[in-house]
């Protein structure tokens, strides 16, 4: 048995496809910013971009639904910091002793956690600014005020939607006894990732998060603000038969469409998707991760737990499928960004940095290399000036930017 015509093409993007998908998205953009219907929320983050010469020190708690972590960060300015302190705990331990993402979990419960990862950082007698990344979609009143609209990857902790994110955390630091902590700013990591890049070059204006999740932002001239597109919700696809079933089966049937696609959280799961329809194997749901399918794709013979059973020749198979879904998650990424590029600068007359984060466009093997090819394929000779560039830990230094840059803004009115 061979994977059939049907099914490569129905995990296919040509470039027509990326040239179709990336004009909605442009559209859906602006569709979006004049608060018409969109898939796209375009969010307004009230941070405009950094100038590089930010300093001082400030704490930064990275909360993105897989692990939670703080860190100390001095900015030193000319795009230099140093990190003082760190400290990373995953959200549902490994053993089954806690699970601060469950629906059973009330939000009191999180944010103490949360708190008590701060205060690990903390030195004793110290007042401390905190920059804090909420990677989720929040509606902002300001730049330290800011409301979850809903859970997405699969998150559903329970009282935490419509609330303010930087109230509750406040609530559990006092709770803590960590009150000189004031949290400044609160930013999405696409927008910690764009901060960090841009404090280091100023032609960085594209931020992206390709890990569990998948979300874009973009400097936005006209209002002078980087703009959380939460791009993940972006619905104008080409969806198929195993899409629509992960969708229903998912905590959140229709939304974040794209990131069903795209991202880490779901690949393994459409793998399995079809393996279970093609080859009838048995396998728990999300029971094949993307650190698997990272595995997965580059051998000849893989001796997963969760393909026992399977003869060489079907695990072959699978590697291929796994191939195909990673190469179809890096094409459309691709087409989003140009879909960026063609509502920013039409003509590409400039030079343009696209910041990414995320264990994807790390890790997995042709993810990255896919994404820059359908770039180049698209775009031709004008794709000399784009630049994707990986930036690691972009939600702490990015969070301490922001903050600085919120300290910065009160003091100027
Ligand atoms: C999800 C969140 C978004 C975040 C992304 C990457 O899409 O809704 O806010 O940026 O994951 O972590």
Redesign the pocket.
Do not use: H, P, R
């Given at each position: 048995m061979e994977v059939s015509n049907k099914l490569i093409n129905m995990f296919t993007v040509t470039c027509q496809d990326i040239s179709v998908i990336s004009d909605a998205f442009s559209k859906e953009m602006v569709l979006g910013l004049a608060g018409e219907k969109s898939t796209l929320k375009m969010l307004p983050s009230f941070l405009a971009m950094p100038s590089g010469m930010e300093t001082g020190s400030f704490l930064a708690l990275d909360f993105?639904?897989t692990n939670v972590r703080a860190e100390g960060i001095k900015l030193l300015g000319a795009g230099k910091w140093a990190i003082n302190g760190r400290k990373a705990i995953p959200l549902k331990s490994l053993e089954g002793q806690y699970d601060y993402i469950s629906a059973e979990t009330p939000a009191e419960d999180l944010f103490d956690f949360l708190a008590k990862i701060v205060t690990s950082v903390m030195e004793p007698g110290n007042t401390y600014a905190l920059g804090y990344t909420?990677?989720?979609?929040?509606s902002q009143a300001s730049v330290s005020r800011a409301k979850l609209i809903?859970?997405?990857?699969e998150i559903k902790t329970a009282g935490v939607e419509g609330k303010e994110v930087g109230a509750l955390l406040k609530e559990a630091l006092d709770r803590q006894g960590a009150n000189s902590v004031t949290p400044v700013a609160i930013i999405?990591?696409?927008?910690g990732t764009l901060l960090t890049a841009a404090y280091i070059d100023g032609s960085a204006d594209i931020g992206a998060?390709?890990?569990?999740?998948?979300?874009?932002?973009y400097f936005d001239s006209t209002t002078g603000m980087i703009i959380?597109m939460?791009?993940?919700?972006f619905a104008a696809l080409p969806i198929n038969v195993y899409d629509e079933q992960l969708d229903a089966m998912s905590e959140k049937p229709g939304t974040?469409r794209l990131?069903k696609l795209v991202?880490g959280k779901y690949l393994g799961e459409l793998v399995r998707l079809v393996a279970v329809d093609l080859l009838g194997i048995k396998a728990e749901p999300y029971s094949l991760t993307s650190e698997d399918m990272a595995v997965l794709v580059t051998l000849d013979y893989y001796e997963n737990p969760v393909l026992t059973n399977l003869t060489a020749y079907e695990i072959k198979i699978v590697r291929d499928i796994a191939r195909m879904v990673v190469e179809r998650a890096a094409r459309l990424v691709a087409a989003t960004f140009l879909g960026v590029l063609n509502h920013i600068d039409a003509e590409l007359k400039e030079k343009h940095i696209i910041a990414i984060d995320?264990s994807l466009y790390e890790k997995m093997p042709n993810y990255k290399e896919a994404v820059n090819k359908a770039i180049n394929e698209m775009l031709g000779e004008k794709a000399v000036n784009i630049k994707l560039e990986l930036v690691k830990d972009g939600s702490g230094v990015g969070a301490a930017v922001a903050a600085a840059s919120a300290l910065l803004a009160e003091n100027n009115y």
């Open positions: 993105g639904g909420f990677s989720f979609a929040c809903s859970w997405t990857k999405n990591d696409t927008v998060i390709c890990g569990t999740g998948y979300n874009s932002c959380n939460e791009s993940g919700n974040q990131e991202a995320g």
